[in-house]
């Protein structure tokens, strides 16, 4: 017999306590760098709304499976946040050679994380597991290598007294999008993981 699984209800589903937090945040991030606020804070809300839609989409076609449900549910609200973190960085970067080369590393970094989901899972699981450890060492070459880029920037042009708030709130998004991955792990999934 299946077993049955628990429901999520409506009132329960935390859509709009999330689409409420990346407002917030969305709209504090909108504020640094100072130029193009009302911009800014457009692109931030509307992100928001873009979210809180995604999130009710994935309450409608999980609401039975909780667990897949709140995890999916946090992986857009990881996603989010990381957008929310960087995009100060980003932002005073734009439109010089630093923006671009931090994008395209970003990019692909996010999207090595995406195609390595299991082995973060399995890292985040088992924690003396190898993986673990090259998770640190990656996070921590990340830093140096995107660190070094914020760096050079900063001291190639006059950059404002935001930019070294705006570089540790882009290492929080790092960090966010580095862990994001193991939220699109099944529950059987992370189970089998375990056992590895």
């Not at 857009?76 to 005073?92: D, E, H, I, Q, T």
């Not at 671009?100 to 995406?114: A, D, K, Q, R, S």
């Not at 195609?115 to 003396?128: F, G, H, M, S, W």
């Amino acid at each position: 017999m299946k077993q049955q699984l628990p429901t999520v209800s409506f009132s329960k589903n935390r859509v709009f306590i999330t689409l409420f937090l990346h407002v917030v945040i969305g709209a504090m991030s909108s504020f640094a760098p100072e130029e193009n606020v009302g911009t800014w804070m457009k692109i931030n809300i509307l992100l928001a709304l873009i979210l809180g839609l995604t999130n009710y989409i994935l309450w409608i076609i999980h609401k039975n499976d909780s667990k897949r449900y709140f995890s999916l549910h946090s992986f857009v609200m990881m996603l989010g946040v990381a957008f929310y973190m960087m995009a100060p960085a980003f932002r005073s970067l734009y439109p010089s050679m630093f923006f671009w080369i931090l994008l395209v590393v970003t990019i692909g970094f996010l999207v090595f994380l995406l195609l390595k989901r299991d082995e973060i899972t399995r890292a985040l699981v088992n924690p003396q597991d190898a993986w673990f450890k090259k998770i640190v060492f990656g996070y921590c070459g990340v830093i140096f290598i995107l660190g070094s880029t914020l760096w050079a920037y900063m001291l190639a042009t006059q950059t404002g007294p935001f930019m070294p708030v705006a570089i540790m709130l882009f290492f929080i998004g790092i960090f966010l999008i580095m862990v994001s991955p193991a939220m699109l792990s099944t529950p059987k999934r992370v189970r089998e993981l375990e056992q590895l």
